[in-house]
């Protein structure tokens, strides 16, 4: 069954740079959301968006900002790069925005900033 | 505001016996649960959830998990535990009476129990 597509895999940058991470859903899934987790840590939830709409934000910096296309895919754009950011980032898709719809995650983007 | 324990940073296990993965969590309404796997360098697995209906609730590999309101725990269990269980283990939920006055319907997940199953 096809599953949820992230790219790049990894990615290393420095400090103050910009990076952009990729997410394309499960095919007719609508609904994408955003993780991040730090090294040992579990993931923490930044945005989601429903039918090309934020659904809601969590701990998002405001150096992130993130969109979801026509034809459902989702971008994070990160901006100011900190050593901080370096983390594995998670998209999940679900079908619908309901709550209990089972979220389900890619295989991650590793970031590692400089 | 929602929130997730998982009390055990880690859980050892003979090949063969029972395990249990412990989850208590805390949310203003009625609360959807879940179960996730990681493996080292991958992706969160799903295993299982707990919507409503029936308190046991049966999921991948054998894993099942039993709501309890009372005690508002969600412990994830296997009669019988494999080497190839050995992996980390993420309880998560989301609040529905959240969800429904539009709050964030991001999942809220525990830190996680890594499990240790021993040949």
């Known amino acids: 069954a096809a599953g949820v597509i992230q790219s790049p895999r990894h990615l290393i940058k420095e400090k103050r740079e910009t990076a952009t991470l990729k997410c394309y859903p499960i095919p007719r899934h609508d609904t994408v959301y955003w993780y991040q987790q730090g090294p040992g840590q579990d993931p923490q939830f930044l945005i989601s968006?429903?039918?090309?709409?934020?659904?809601d934000k969590g701990s998002i910096p405001d150096r992130f900002s993130a969109q979801q296309f026509s034809d459902y895919h989702s971008e994070l754009n990160m901006s100011s790069l900190e050593l901080g950011d370096s983390a594995l980032y998670f998209c999940?898709?679900?079908?619908?925005?309901?709550?209990?719809?089972?979220?389900?995650f890619g295989p991650g983007t590793r970031l590692l900033v400089l | 505001a929602q929130s997730v324990a998982q009390p055990e940073d880690q859980v050892n296990v003979a090949e063969g016996n029972p395990l249990t993965v412990k989850c208590t969590y805390s949310?203003?309404?009625?609360?959807?649960l879940f179960w996730y796997v990681q493996y080292p360098n991958r992706g969160l697995q799903f295993l299982l959830k707990y919507i409503t209906g029936d308190n046991l609730v049966k999921g991948s590999y054998g894993f099942e998990a039993e709501f309890n309101k009372s005690q508002t725990s969600f412990h994830l269990k296997k009669p019988s535990a494999l080497v190839s269980d050995s992996a980390l283990y993420f309880c998560a939920v989301r609040d529905l009476r959240a969800y429904s006055g539009g709050g964030a319907d991001g999942l809220t997940f525990g830190k996680g129990t890594h499990l240790i199953i021993q040949p």
């Open positions: 999940a898709s679900s079908p619908r925005d309901r709550a209990g719809e089972t979220q389900y």
């Open positions: 949310v203003s309404g009625n609360p959807y």
């Open positions: 968006f429903y039918e090309k709409m934020q659904s």
